[in-house]
């Protein structure tokens, strides 16, 4: 009798060590997935930054959609593709950088999807001609597809957008619409007004101490 009550402490503490490497596996991964979508997000700051756009948009999955400012949605990698192409080549005195900032992810139980929160600043401009600052929120969507994750989802919300040697107290830029040349695959998901307007962009979770779901613009 006492072998085998030692034999069945034995088992307990087997299952518990067994269920302990399990959620450290979890954790591990989670941990993993985390890194490799703020990886994912400031590539493609960096290849944007240089109007690297077939780079930048070999990172977004084939169903994926872009939405940036007014400019309605565009559906698919080639058209993503098309689109970052109609934003212009790499020459000499442009400026295009967009930093990814400020990242907030949660990635799903399955460890397949995940979403993100993350600001943009801008700094824009072409020698002498402009210069433009601003800020843009980012709401997006991210899949792992045979093991490697990509966007899924780019949601830009410009918060901002100025011209730099006047400043924010002097009035804003225009919020961009429709490119010129470019028709988008469907209209813009979201209406609202960048500053002097007030919005916020829409939360993909709730408040992480209260649990309150926080509405757009409150």
Avoid at 34 to 40: C, S, T, Y
Avoid at 50 to 60: N, P
Wanted: proline residues 5%.
């Amino acid at each position: 009798m006492a072998l085998l009550a030692g034999c069945s402490g034995s088992d307990a503490r087997l299952a518990a060590l067994e269920a302990e490497l399990s959620a450290l596996r979890t954790q591990a991964q989670r941990a993993e997935d985390h890194l490799a979508i703020m990886n994912l997000q400031s590539i493609y700051g960096y290849y944007v930054d240089k109007s690297q756009w077939d780079h930048a948009a070999d990172l977004f999955a084939k169903d994926a959609t872009l939405e940036i400012a007014g400019r309605g949605q565009f559906v698919g990698q080639d058209r993503i593709r098309e689109y970052l192409h109609a934003l212009g080549p790499a020459e000499y005195g442009r400026l295009f950088n967009h930093l990814q900032l400020q990242p907030v992810i949660h990635v799903a139980e399955d460890g397949q999807s995940a979403r993100a929160r993350w600001r943009s600043f801008m700094q824009v401009g072409h020698l002498g001609k402009e210069a433009r600052w601003g800020d843009a929120v980012y709401e997006n969507e991210y899949v792992k597809e045979d093991g490697v994750w990509k966007i899924r989802k780019l949601h830009s919300f410009i918060t901002f957008y100025v011209e730099y040697e006047r400043g924010w107290n002097k009035g804003a830029v225009p919020l961009p619409g429709h490119l010129e040349n470019l028709e988008p695959d469907s209209d813009t998901t979201i209406r609202y007004g960048a500053f002097p307007e007030f919005f916020v962009p829409p939360y993909h979770y709730p408040n992480p101490v209260t649990g309150r779901t926080e509405i757009a613009g409150q």
